[in-house]
């Protein structure tokens, strides 16, 4: 992440060629895809383990566990 924001400040700053603007856009645009991908690999787990645990993870569960039920 922190490698995407050191490309788009660079884009921003106005100070590349034409050349290195692409190659850094180009570079930043797959990040911002791997990162996309991560992001989505991250929801679905998360989805998968509310769901098959949806008994476990219910605000009701929580709320009985914290009261000692």
């Known amino acids: 992440m922190r490698r995407l924001e050191e490309i788009v400040a660079a884009l921003e700053s106005g100070n590349l060629n034409l050349a290195d603007s692409l190659a850094q856009f180009e570079e930043g645009m797959a ?10 690999e991250a929801e679905s787990k ?24």
Do not use: I, K, M, Y
């Open 31 to 40: 990040l911002a895809r791997a990162c996309e991908q991560q992001l989505q």
């Open 46 to 69: 998360v989805e998968l383990l509310t769901n098959s645990g949806s008994a476990l993870w219910s605000p009701e569960a929580a709320e009985d566990r914290d009261q000692g039920f």
